[in-house]
T-cell receptor, first 115, second 116 residues
């Protein structure tokens, strides 16, 4: 298994440009999510999905869109990039829990710089 | 709303010594999960240890152990026999045990330096 993969690893955008961060997992996990990591802020949840066709907002959703057309993929779209979106972005996935705790698996991250 | 606080932005430890990283949280729930994640310079987030709140016994994983004080809402991580490879950012995280809950709440992290 490749686990959780993210592309690209690095990206530089100009203000106003749009782009899509890709995330894929091959573990048949129902839950997927996007976080952003900023210095001194820890990880903050942007959007998450509990299954194909179902998405919801996290703590900091503004400026981002997501969709989940398949179990494997969960792309994050920046509609009009702003310098405030300069951050490291992590995708994560895990199995739907019943009464057990399932580990959350993280991708390697994408470092995005908006100038 | 739940919150997670890591009050130590940076800690240092001598190689082979023991260090404790602090984490406090706030919640009105009685059942939940707590985690410690390690993030080395590679940026990869690695699960170090987890604790279910209903378990009174503190979790241990080799050189890593926790001191879980439910009444005090404290969840500290102890690293014994520190190694150079332990140098990283460490994040404490909380997740509700309510079925269907997905959201993890992360602390702001503690940077651990290991001195040779």
């Amino acid at each position: 298994n490749a686990g959780v993969t993210q592309t690209p690893k690095f990206q530089v955008l100009k203000t106003g440009q749009s782009m899509t961060l890709q995330c894929a997992q091959d573990m048949n996990h129902e839950y997927m999510s996007w976080y952003r990591q900023d210095p001194g802020m820890g990880l903050r949840l942007i959007h998450y999905s509990v299954g194909a066709g179902i998405t919801d907002q996290g703590e900091v959703p503004n400026g981002y869109n997501v969709s989940r057309s398949t179990t494997e993929d969960f792309p994050l779209r920046l509609l009009s990039a702003a310098p405030s979106q300069t951050s490291v972005y992590f995708c994560a996935s895990r199995k739907q829990p019943g009464t057990s705790v399932y580990e959350q698996y993280f991708g390697p991250g994408t470092r995005l710089t908006v100038t | 709303a739940q919150t997670v606080t890591q009050s130590q932005p940076e800690m240092s430890v001598q190689e082979a010594e023991t260090v404790t990283l602090s984490c406090t949280y706030d919640t009105s729930e009685s059942d939940y999960y707590l985690f410690w994640y390690k993030q080395p310079p590679s940026r990869q987030m690695i699960l170090v240890i987890r604790q279910e709140a209903y378990k009174q016994q503190n979790a241990t994983e080799n050189r890593f152990s926790v001191n879980f004080q439910k009444a005090a809402k404290s969840f500290s991580l102890k690293i014994s026999d520190s190694q150079l490879g332990d140098a990283a950012m460490y994040f404490c995280a909380y997740r509700s045990s309510t079925s269907g809950t997905y959201k993890y709440i992360f602390g702001t992290g503690t940077r651990l330096k290991v001195l040779a």
